[in-house]
């Protein structure tokens, strides 16, 4: 069985071929990948090509996962973590979502699987210098500035947050995901 959890408002779960039309029309959109540093997909295949090869569930039990609103159970964006030699907590959102929380509400609830679920030791978010809205979402996680560098060609913000940090954060803010 896949591996999914939810929110107070969304599902979070393991991207399926039926997602491909989604993840096509997401990233087609030119604001929502202005700072990601990707291009957006050829066709539907292409997409659903990346799907079937996304191989981040069967090497470590997680990966992006793609979010829906409980509401109305339609697909808003996606969500999660992917090894790249480091944990990196990334997200995506339709324009018609921003604005809503559902960004730190989904990273929210990845940071908890990562680090009580999945163990692990740190967490890195990343993004673009002048992605105003993704830089408040990370510090209002918590997340402490690390350093700048470079990502898939742009200037990049590098954020983290330890499981000791996790841990401590979540007693004294009482955090409920």
Known sequence: ???SFDTSRLLLREWTSKDAVFLFELNSDPLVIKYTGNGSFDNIEVARKFIEDYDQYKLNGYGRWLVTEKKTGLPI??????????????????????GKGYATEASLACLEKGFE???LPEIIGRVAIGNYASIRVLEKLGMQYA???????LPVKHYKMTSKEWTAMKSKQSIHV
Do not use: V
């Open 147 to 153: 350093h700048t560098d470079t990502c898939h060609g």
């Open 117 to 119: 679920h999945f163990k």
């Open 1 to 3: 069985m896949a591996f």
């Open 77 to 98: 964006g996606w969500c999660g973590l992917k090894n790249q030699g480091f944990i990196d907590l990334g997200y995506r959102f339709l324009q018609s979502s921003w």
